[in-house]
């Protein structure tokens, strides 16, 4: 509840990956589903022991401290004191990494650990831990431009998941002569956020430039995304100054003030510069859900260049469509995409559906709908409701006991769930999901059984997720903690399945989660919040050490979350947006409603990203465990509802 962390940011940082903010514990228990047998078996019975932190792991802890930090010296020092540490090859690589990487984060050309990083990719070749040092080499020989060395090592990159090597690798074939013009179309789908360019794409763009393969116009828009997300310098170093670079500063700060003052001296800029122009403006005020968005977007669409708008801005023009019931901006936003931003989200996709369908265009816009309607996410369910499909979970596939024992020797588990126990997430994540690769639906199955029977309930997610034709939607959307959360959920009349979709987004079942800002538990309760509900249900002698206690924390959750379903309404669209950024919100972005906007609209239109996504996986999660808990499911579009505008009112909800 209220903003605590962007997941996706997460995700993609190699050393803030964990789950969440903060490192977390993992705990042993084995949390029991609602059964009269027992989930564990006794051959499991080791693995759900406590294990016991010696003074050694702690030494190995902080090493990996010091190798975060790029601490040279300390690391070294605490390296050499673990000479038969069972994880050796995690040893030698925090003692290897900092060497690579300056006091910023940026890599070093003038290492010289050439002979050590070889000898560590030939010893531990295939594991996850050499592709990962094989990422932090290709960063180092990118920025030494040895890119007979960089190919070599690129080929075998298996997870290739670093913008900056890709960035790399379209210098390299440019320094070999390949085609400017093809790979400046290859770069277009690299960058996509500059959040991760790092100087190797900030490198690449001049390049691109110098060789003809990127025009000047082209460079600038790479530039102008950079400097909307606050990049300035990034932006300038890719394409020099921009034109409009005034334009998008009042923008980000004043977009209504930056709509005045442009509307006044458009005839200033070319045609081109207008149109970009309008393409910052419209994307600002659409993220303060003014109406005016619409016909800036408009404006812009009647000027052309749409792919010189920014990704952000390409998203927000179809938003701003989406909220004005504008279906021709929405049609022509969404065909004015950079590709690889519209194949990326399956929200283009049934949105281009809708805005066909609305042309009269029925057959193309079913074709939309089908291209994503086997994905089991928000989108893929509202396709389903198009075509008139089914969202019942699919037929359960079912695994051996002998499949599932197999995984206990499997060891990227084992490693894995030693690192849990250590609070190293991030290492036992990467071991785990390492395990995972090239396996078949039935060996994922058995791989999430084994996890839910070992209490890691976030890995039994991860894992069931992952399956493409055979699945098991009670380890997709498993009901750990279920004695403790029915009495709760049934005392106060809150819709169990809602709240097992928000449980699963905040915490995947981790008891000890935590964020950044101090939100914890199953339900991520935020200190304040816990305060105020306790004394509202009259939970006496409540101090926040409590949080951590799981009947407590679920009875504080499901309170807080009921109370926000009253206050607004029983809408479990504004409840869940509530939530996680705060009744306020909430009420402020139903207030901006210019008219009753389908749920599926508002929730797409939330400006803010993490609470958009947030929404709409807590609610096509609730749909999912409907079908598993009662093998009932309800129109995911009923269950969104109609959002009428309504004057925000005060609310004492924190």
Known sequence: MKKKFDIEMMKRNRWAGILFSGLVLFAPTIFAEKTKKPILPKSYASKSAPAEITDVDRIFIQLREAAKKNDVFRAQQLASSLPNYPYDDYVTYFRIKPQLFDSAGGPRADTSTDAQVNAFLRQYEGTALADRMRNDWLLVLG???DWASFDSEYAKFVLDDDTQVKCYALQ??????????????????VLINPAYFGSACQELVPVLVAEGGMTPSEAKAVGRAASEMGFDTMSRRMSGEDPIADIVKLAKSDPVKAYQYFSQNTSRYSKENQAVAWGVIG???AKKLDPNADDVYRLQQDLGYNELLST????WKVRAGLRAKDWTLVKNGIEGMNPAVR???PAWTYWYGRALKVDGQDAKARESYEFIADQYNFYGQL???????????????????QDIDAMASRQGFIRGDRFYAMNLRFEGNREWNWELRNMTDKQLLAAAEYAKRIGLYDRVVNTADRTKQEHDFSLRYPTPYRDELSPIARQIDLNLAWAYGLIRQESRFIMNASSSVGASGLMQVMPNTAKYVAKKIGMTNYTNDKLSDTNTNLTLGSNYLNMVLL???GSWVLASAAYNAGPSRSKLWREKLTSPTEGAIFAETIPFTETRTYVKNVLSNANYYSSVMQGQVQSLKQRLGVISPKAASPSELP
């Not at 390299?172 to 789908?189: C, F, M, V, W, Y």
């Not at 952000?312 to 998203?315: A, L, T």
Request: hydrophobic share 30%; aromatic share 2%; glycine share 4%.
């Open 312 to 315: 952000e801005s390409q998203e």
């Open 172 to 189: 390299s074939k440019l320094a070999q002569g390949e085609n400017p013009t093809k790979l400046a179309i290859d770069a277009r789908a």
């Open 383 to 401: 396709a389903r409701e198009e075509l008139g499909k089914s969202n019942h979970a699919p037929v359960r596939t079912k695994v051996s006991e």
């Open 567 to 569: 206050d607004l309404d």
């Open 343 to 345: 194949s990326r989200d």
């Open 143 to 145: 920025k030494r431009k």
């Open 283 to 285: 994307q600002f005020l």
